[in-house]
Nanobody
């Protein structure tokens, strides 16, 4: 089992930037996929971005071109660079790790506690 801890949240004005970090308790080199999710008040948790072991990435349409997910295996850390932030990006952001894949789909079983991102207009 791997533990993950998020950091880097905060409050910014619209158009600003933040970088979130997700530190894993063991090497992320062997973890099949890691992801960032978010949950806004009154809404369901949604997938924001994923990065697979081969460094392939996927993004929600709402963040394409603005957010970038990356990883540094030497630091066992995954990042989410968020640019051109909008008020609708306000949410608690969660990091998740998928040590295993089932039928080609990452199984996210390890979750962090979340970090708050607030974007004001």
């Amino acid at each position: 089992q791997v533990q993950v801890v998020e950091s880097g949240g905060g409050s910014v004005q619209a158009g600003g930037s933040l970088r979130l970090s997700c530190a894993a308790s063991r090497s992320i080199f062997s973890i099949n996929a890691m992801a960032w999710y978010r949950q806004a008040p009154g809404k369901q948790r949604e997938l924001v971005a994923t990065i697979r072991s081969g460094d392939s990435t996927n993004y929600a349409d709402s963040v394409k071109g603005r957010f970038t997910i990356s990883r540094d295996s030497t630091k066992n850390t995954v990042y989410l660079q968020m640019n051109s932030l909008k008020p609708e990006d306000t949410a608690v952001y969660y990091c998740a790790a998928a040590p295993t894949v089932v039928a080609g789909t990452p199984l996210f079983t390890s979750w962090g506690q979340g970090t708050q991102v607030t974007v004001s207009s």
